[in-house]
């Protein structure tokens, strides 16, 4: 499996962009799917989730502003970004979760906020 975050760039703040993650063979089984970010030196932070039944769930950073969606529980996988903020700036990545701790991550798409 494996899973690849794309849509990423260089936006002004208060500019909207949207991430896509692209599922490559078979997660079926999985719990969810989860956008995650992360910045430099950070711990990485679930940003939104979304269950395989379709319950969704954001950061308090981004309620509002963030939407995550899909086409089937397997993907593809969306994140539509509004109201991009500096602080938003991260290295973005998609999962696929299995459990608590376990699943598959893409390689990250960067996202960078300035004026």
């Known amino acids: 499996v494996q899973l690849q975050a794309s849509g990423g760039g260089t936006v002004q703040p208060g500019s909207p962009l949207k991430l896509t993650c692209t599922v490559f063979?078979?997660?079926?089984?999985?719990?969810?799917m989860g956008w995650h970010r992360q910045v430099s030196g950070d711990e990485r932070e679930m940003v939104a989730y979304i269950s395989y039944e379709g319950h969704t769930k954001y950061a308090n950073s981004v309620k509002g502003r963030f939407t995550i969606s899909r086409d089937t529980p397997e993907g593809p996988l969306y994140l539509q970004m509004n109201d991009l903020q500096p602080e938003d700036t991260a290295r973005y990545y998609c999962?696929?979760?299995?459990?608590?701790?376990?699943?598959?991550w893409g390689q990250g798409t960067q996202v960078t906020v300035s004026s």
């Open positions: 063979g078979s997660i079926y089984s999985a719990d969810g």
């Open positions: 999962k696929a979760h299995y459990g608590e701790r376990n699943g598959y």
